[in-house]
Nanobody
Framework: QVHLVESGGGLVQAGGSLRLSCAAS????????MGWFRQAPGKERRFVAA????????DYADSAKGRFTISRDNTRNTGYLQMNSLKPEDTAIYFC??????????????WGQGTQVTVSS
């Protein structure tokens, strides 16, 4: 089992940047693909970005392309989401997830508790 803890959220003005971190403990982090998802108030949780175990394959939602960068450091058991040019519509709770069976984690994989990102206009 993998335990995930997100950090790095907060309040930022539009156009600003944040870097989210996802610290993993438990089983070997490098065996798991990792993804970031977000859930805005009153909306369903949606995919943002994913990265494979080696970090050489990445996938992004259209809303994240060109602004967000997913990465990982397996030596630190940590994944990251660098978010630039933030917009008010990026406001959401951001979750990281890990999967040993798919590059994009599913609901029945491992999930963190989330970190709040608020972008003011």
């Amino acid at each position: 089992q993998v335990h995930l803890v997100e950090s790095g959220g907060g309040l930022v003005q539009a156009g600003g940047s944040l870097r989210l971190s996802c610290a993993a403990s438990g089983r070997t982090f490098s065996r798991y693909a990792m993804g970031w998802f977000r859930q805005a108030p009153g909306k369903e949780r949606r995919f943002v970005a994913a990265i494979n175990t080696y970090g050489d394959k990445k996938d992004y939602a259209d809303s994240a392309k060109g602004r967000f960068t997913i990465s990982r450091d397996n030596t630190r058991n940590t994944g990251y989401l660098q978010m630039n040019s933030l917009k008010p519509e990026d406001t959401a709770i951001y979750f990281c997830a890990a999967s040993d069976s798919s590059m994009i984690p599913a609901e029945n994989d491992y999930w963190g508790q989330g970190t709040q990102v608020t972008v003011s206009s």
